[in-house]
């Protein structure tokens, strides 16, 4: 399973930018799938995460301004990035987790994408 992140850039504070993941590989069931961010010099946090059926939990200091959603059928998470503020620069990585069947044994899995980076000039 491999999860590939796009969408990231320069954007001036209070503009938007929409990130998308796409999981592909050999994937029976995704169930949770989320973005995680990584400021300079920080650690990396969670900023908001989706359940199967589309239940979203938010970080507080994005709520109201940025919003999760998925494509089941696609294998894809987005993020909706709006009223983007300088401390929103970070590298913003999408991870997910599932279930995956070879020969009918089941195996569980969570995975990684790699970051893409957003910069946000005041």
């Known amino acids: 399973v491999q999860l590939q992140a796009s969408g990231g850039g320069l954007v001036q504070a209070g503009g938007s930018l929409r990130l998308s993941c796409v999981a592909s590989?050999?994937?029976?069931?995704?169930?949770?799938m989320g973005w995680y961010r990584q400021a300079p010099g920080k650690g990396r946090e969670l900023v908001a995460d989706?359940?199967?059926?589309?239940?979203?939990n938010y970080a507080d200091f994005v709520k109201g301004r940025f919003t999760t959603s998925r494509d089941n059928a696609k294998n894809t998470l987005y993020l909706q990035m709006n009223n983007l503020k300088p401390e929103d620069t970070a590298v913003y990585s999408c991870?997910?987790?599932?279930?995956?069947?070879?020969?009918?044994?089941?195996?569980?899995?969570?995975?990684w994408g790699q970051g893409t980076l957003v910069t946000v000039s005041s």
């Open positions: 989706v359940s199967y059926d589309g239940a979203t």
């Open positions: 991870n997910a987790d599932g279930i995956s069947y070879n020969n009918g044994v089941p195996t569980t899995w969570r995975y």
């Open positions: 590989g050999k994937i029976s069931r995704i169930n949770n």
